[in-house]
């Protein structure tokens, strides 16, 4: 199974920052089958890019996804106060889905 | 508007079995699969298996297999989830999410349904 370790575990960072989280695999993952999550407290979690790079719908510009092999990483430029939340990544390989143990991100 | 309404909370005693139910609205049921992921308190998110779109075909994360069984009726656009020989770790809230196929992400997702275990 693959393990997906985010990095860091909390993020302190100040509105109008940028805050970049990464996720480390154990073993390729295909560009098209990494994805990043955003949860706020007591609500399911909500879709932000998908294959690696690609905005989901109605996602602000300034969340950003990159890397590719075993290495990707969430960008977020300009925070905004509602931007404060738990993110996760997820994976798709050999039949099984797996997700991070997430980043949370607070407001220094 | 696609929506995923879940069942309420439930309270279960260790040993026994729940079945969580998750009604599609807004789109063609029979062409997304739907998958069941749950977060223990304070926890990630763990997978716990598929239905697929066309043929309900059934995929189960191993550390699951056996004790969990997801079924749909295509007539009332509603999935099931049940989970057997339930114990205090499977506290949780289930949430159903909706995959468009191929796509391997989970554009939708059901509220949540708190599940607790207790004796």
């Known amino acids: 199974e693959i393990v997906l370790t985010q990095s860091p575990g909390t993020l302190s960072l100040s509105p109008g920052e940028r805050a970049t989280l990464s996720c480390r695999a154990t073993e390729t993952v295909k560009s098209d089958r990494l994805v990043w999550y955003q949860q706020k407290a007591g609500q399911p979690p909500r879709l932000l890019i998908y294959g690696a790079s690609s905005r989901a719908t109605g996602i602000p510009d300034r969340f950003s996804g990159s890397g590719s092999g075993t290495d990707f990483t969430l960008t977020i430029d300009r925070l905004e106060p509602e931007d404060f939340a738990v993110y996760f990544c997820q994976q798709y390989v050999g039949l099984e889905y797996t997700f991070s143990q997430g980043t949370k991100l607070e407001m220094k | 508007q696609v929506l995923l309404v879940q069942s309420g909370a439930e309270a279960k005693k260790p040993g026994a079995s729940v079945k969580v139910t998750c009604k599609a609205s807004g789109y063609t049921f029979t062409k997304y699969h739907m998958h069941w992921v749950r977060q223990a308190p304070g926890q990630g998110l763990d997978w716990m298996g598929i239905i697929r779109d066309t043929d309900g075909f059934t995929q189960y994360a191993q550390k699951f297999q056996g004790r969990v069984t997801m079924t749909r009726d295509t007539s009332t656009n509603t999935v099931y989830m049940e989970l057997s020989s339930l114990r205090s770790e499977d506290t949780a809230v289930y949430f159903c999410?909706?995959?468009?196929?191929?796509?391997?992400?989970?554009?939708?997702w059901g509220q949540g349904t708190l599940v607790t275990v207790s004796s």
């Open positions: 999410a909706r995959e468009e196929e191929a796509t391997y992400h989970f554009d939708y």
